[in-house]
């Protein structure tokens, strides 16, 4: 299933199996993992320090590196464009699979 696919998911278990396949790319993963901890660095920051405007910053730190990793090293559109929710969960359980040894890192 490529990313152009019009599939319509009726569940996050039907989705992830498209969700891995179209974040096949090394490098690509690494900098969804890279954006996640860094939005979860930035919201923990925001929390300690109550400097609420770094939270404007959440979905350029997410965003931008896994949209890097699409265009440039997977070349393909991110997930987020055509399934926004399950993309998000999707980038979180990914994470989650590789610290636990799911997937590789």
Same mark, same amino acid.
């Given at each position: #299933?490529? *990313?152009?696919t %019009?599939?319509r998911? !009726?569940?996050?278990a039907? @989705?992830?199996?498209?969700? $891995? =396949?179209?974040?096949s !790319?090394?490098v ?9 901890l ?7 920051? *925001?929390?300690? &320090? =109550?400097q609420?405007?770094? $939270?404007v910053?959440?979905?350029? *730190?997410g965003?931008?590196? *896994?949209w ?5 090293f997977?070349k !393909?559109?991110?997930? %987020? ?12 359980? #990914?994470?989650?699979d590789? @610290? &636990? ?5």
């Open positions: #299933m490529s *990313a152009e %019009t599939a998911f !009726n569940s996050f039907e @989705f992830y199996p498209y969700y $891995l =396949q179209e974040h !790319n090394d690509c993963r690494r900098l969804h993992y890279v954006g996640s860094l939005v979860l660095s930035i919201l923990a920051y *925001a929390i300690v &320090t =109550q609420w405007l770094w $939270l910053a959440l979905p350029f *730190a965003y931008g590196f *896994a890097v990793g699409h265009f440039v997977e !393909n559109k991110p997930a %987020t464009f055509k399934y926004p929710l399950y993309s998000l969960m999707g980038d979180w359980v #990914m994470l989650k590789a @610290f &636990t040894g799911r997937i590789r890192f």
